[in-house]
């Protein structure tokens, strides 16, 4: 069947682009409802990308949501079964406020889900899939790319907790040095921590030397490993000047742990690709399984040309 591709608009094209690269990668299309329990998304508000849901009441009186997230539901609809891994993708509507209108709207989104048994590889996987997604999109991308455990290495000797060690988490994430040092002095960090901190936060060199700057650092060797190998992984797939280690990049760590990743092209100022591992919500649901994926915004697409289809 011919389509013509001029009646299309931009996010339509992209996501059929996306989905024959994850149809290819043996991902399997995960189809769900516009709506699930109220309950089942206030309780996990802070995994939201915008904690704002729409609500409504159904004909037998409980409270229901429109979609505002696709990982909860595929989390949701998953089971624990040893030694396999779930890997799906999807292109779904959720309901929740534009970055761009600042208004509620039905976004379409996609997307890849791996839950299981993870392996390093299989992280590895995501994050050239999101490599690769990118590429897509458009050839002048960049990869940034952190590790929740280097924060909490970092962290974890400030005797920092409760709403300075958020905070800390947003001068970190907003790469306000200047606020965070005030902050770990105030609190009665010694000089020499809030330095290490500085001198790992401000790291400006290629891949490869930062891992040995954390390593020389005696940063935690699973957590060095575990970075260096997705390094390793995307440098083989030809994306060594693509992916930047940046430790600004900062998820909820109630909610993420491991690999975390954003993803950005040019002509387009907010990340439009963000995603990670999230072995901590399947923890928090009496889980298992590990998790990681990535989502791709298309609400920020909607403007943006794609360039011409190549092969996946």
Same mark, same amino acid.
């Given at each position: 069947?011919?389509?013509?591709?001029?009646?299309?608009?931009?996010?339509?094209?992209?996501?059929?682009?996306?989905?024959?690269?994850?149809?290819?990668?043996?991902?399997?299309?995960?189809?769900?409802?516009?709506?699930?329990?109220?309950?089942?998304?206030?309780?996990?508000?802070?995994?939201?990308?915008?904690?704002?849901?729409?609500?409504?009441?159904?004909?037998?009186?409980?409270?229901?949501?429109?979609?505002?997230?696709?990982? !909860?539901?595929? #989390?949701?609809?998953?089971?624990?079964?040893?030694?396999?891994?779930?890997?799906?993708?999807?292109?779904?509507?959720?309901?929740?406020?534009?970055?761009?209108?600042?208004?509620?709207?039905?976004?379409?989104?996609?997307?890849?889900?791996?839950?299981?048994?993870?392996?390093?590889?299989?992280?590895?996987? #995501?994050?050239?899939?999101?490599?690769?997604?990118?590429?897509?999109?458009?050839?002048?991308? #960049?990869?940034?790319?952190?590790?929740?455990?280097?924060?909490?290495?970092? !962290?974890?000797?400030?005797?920092?907790?409760?709403?300075?060690?958020?905070?800390? !988490?947003?001068?970190?994430?907003?790469?306000?040095?200047?606020?965070?040092?005030?902050?770990?002095?105030?609190?009665?960090?010694?000089?020499?921590?809030?330095?290490?901190?500085?001198?790992?936060?401000?790291?400006?060199?290629?891949?490869?030397?930062?891992?040995?700057?954390?390593?020389?650092?005696?940063?935690?060797?699973?957590? #060095?490993?575990?970075?260096?190998?997705?390094?390793?992984?995307?440098?083989?797939?030809?994306?060594?000047?693509?992916?930047?280690?940046?430790?600004?990049?900062?998820?909820?760590?109630?909610?993420?742990?491991?690999?975390?990743?954003?993803?950005?092209?040019?002509?387009?100022?907010?990340?439009? !690709?963000?995603?990670?591992?999230?072995?901590?919500?399947?923890?928090?649901?009496?889980?298992?399984?590990?998790?990681?994926?990535?989502?791709?915004?298309?609400?920020?697409?909607?403007?943006?040309?794609?360039?011409?289809?190549?092969?996946?």
């Amino acid at each position: 069947m011919y389509i013509d591709e001029s009646v299309l608009k931009n996010e339509e094209k992209i996501t059929f682009a996306l989905r024959t690269l994850y149809q290819r990668s043996g991902y399997i299309r995960y189809k769900m409802s516009k709506f699930e329990e109220y309950d089942f998304y206030a309780a996990n508000r802070d995994f939201l990308v915008s904690d704002s849901i729409i609500s409504f009441t159904d004909t037998n009186g409980k409270l229901m949501a429109l979609k505002p997230d696709v990982t !909860l539901s595929i #989390v949701r609809g998953s089971r624990d079964v040893p030694g396999s891994v779930t890997k799906v993708y999807y292109d779904e509507n959720v309901y929740r406020v534009s970055r761009g209108s600042h208004g509620y709207k039905e976004i379409l989104q996609a997307g890849i889900e791996c839950i299981g048994d993870l392996s390093r590889a299989d992280v590895g996987e #995501v994050l050239q899939l999101a490599a690769r997604s990118l590429a897509v999109i458009s050839d002048d991308f #960049v990869l940034t790319i952190s590790h929740q455990g280097v924060l909490t290495w970092l !962290l974890e000797e400030t005797g920092l907790s409760g709403e300075k060690h958020r905070q800390a !988490l947003k001068y970190i994430g907003e790469k306000n040095m200047h606020e965070l040092r005030e902050l770990l002095a105030d609190s009665g960090v010694p000089e020499d921590r809030c330095e290490k901190i500085s001198e790992i936060l401000n790291i400006d060199k290629n891949t490869a030397e930062i891992i040995d700057e954390l390593k020389a650092a005696d940063c935690p060797s699973e957590t #060095v490993g575990e970075l260096e190998d997705v390094i390793i992984t995307l440098e083989k797939a030809g994306y060594a000047d693509k992916a930047v280690i940046d430790f600004s990049v900062v998820n909820d760590m109630n909610y993420y742990n491991g690999i975390v990743f954003k993803g950005y092209i040019k002509g387009i100022p907010a990340g439009i !690709l963000s995603g990670g591992q999230y072995d901590s919500l399947l923890v928090k649901m009496g889980r298992r399984s590990r998790a990681a994926g990535f989502a791709v915004y298309m609400d920020l697409l909607e403007r943006f040309e794609i360039k011409e289809p190549a092969d996946a």
